[in-house]
């Protein structure tokens, strides 16, 4: 697959190389890219993935649409578009965009949904990337809106036999896979693709210094580089570190010389989200999987109690903020 990424309207990236490509959108000013123009753009990038032999083609729509009905509108254009196309050697998938201020609101997801499984719909999927938006110095967001929301819209393409796709997730992929099959889950390797931003579409964001995090499948989070000396020298590892996976030992090693892009962070990441994720949907019955996150989650509320009895106290992303939420909103399911 390829994500072309037409999240912004002008994606003014100098780093970036999204203008190689003549159809798209970053190529123009926003105030010239109408909903023709778009549509135009799209169907040639349709047309640029079934002629370099792309299986499964990625339909981009625009992310930053304040309006419903310019989201039902092109959908219902690009569906006209594709079921006129040869599918019996691809597979196509509609990009549903969620803003910020599209996922907190069940009305519009609603509407949205509602469409997006007409009966008319010959789209073998949906390609779901949503704006989160977590709290300042929080990894993932405890919004339950969109907790609901989000679940909501992979239960229901899911229970119309639509294929899925979470894409830039979160290890919060862990709270939706708990209630619901998802087909794929993208995990981005960089801070800077884990948890979906428009601003990093179309404009040049830094992420800040940081010597990187440290994901522990026993916390369910990420923990700061900074604080794993603290629970090294207090003695707290047993109830941090991942087992059976090597990047883990390597990088926790006393020596080791943190920095967000050795390729070591990234994959003991990979490696440990991985893991979890093909270990919970290994359950096939939904009531037996979601006792098993339920599960998860309060081994790791035990490990933040144990840390804390052990004078380790962890704030801002490595903090325990996220878990309760979880625990709650499963728990209500």
Not at 300 to 313: H, P, R, T, V
Request: glycine residues 4%; charged residues 25%; proline residues 2%.
């Amino acid at each position: 697959m390829i994500d072309l990424q037409f999240y912004g309207k002008n994606a003014n990236l100098n780093k970036g190389k999204l203008n190689k490509f003549p159809f798209h959108t970053c190529n123009v000013s926003a105030s010239n890219v109408t909903n023709v123009y778009f549509e135009g753009c799209a169907k040639k990038a349709i047309q640029f993935q079934m002629d370099n032999n792309f299986k499964n083609i990625i339909i981009p729509l625009f992310y930053e649409n304040e309006e419903v009905k310019d989201i039902v509108t092109m959908i219902t254009n690009l569906n006209h578009y594709v079921s006129k196309l040869d599918r019996s050697n691809h597979k196509f998938y509609m990009t549903l965009p969620f803003a910020n201020h599209l996922i907190i609101d069940k009305d519009k997801v609603e509407e949205i949904l509602f469409k997006c499984t007409d009966m008319d719909i010959c789209f073998d999927g949906y390609f779901i990337t949503s704006e989160n938006k977590p709290e300042y110095r929080k990894k993932i967001t405890t919004d339950i809106k969109i907790l609901k929301n989000l679940s909501k819209v992979f239960k229901t393409l899911k229970s119309q036999k639509f294929e899925t796709i979470y894409a830039y997730a979160n290890w919060d992929a862990i709270i939706y896979l708990a209630q619901t099959d998802i087909d794929y889950v993208t995990i981005g390797t960089y801070e800077t693709l884990r948890n979906f931003d428009i601003k990093r579409f179309t404009e040049e964001v830094s992420g800040g210094g940081s010597k990187g995090y440290y994901f522990s499948e026993k916390l369910l989070n990420m923990v700061r580089a900074d604080d794993i000396t603290t629970i090294r020298v207090q003695g707290g590892f047993d109830y941090v570190r991942n087992e059976m996976n090597i990047f883990s030992e390597f990088i926790l090693n006393e020596n080791y010389a943190w920095n967000i892009h050795k390729p070591d962070v990234n994959k003991n990441y990979l490696l440990s989200i991985s893991k979890l994720l093909h270990k919970i949907s290994s359950f096939k019955d939904l009531d037996v999987r979601k006792k098993y996150v339920m599960d998860l989650i309060e081994i790791a509320i035990k490990n933040y109690d144990i840390l804390e009895n052990k004078n380790i106290f962890l704030d801002n992303e490595s903090s325990n903020y996220h878990l309760s939420t979880w625990k709650t909103y499963l728990a209500n399911s």
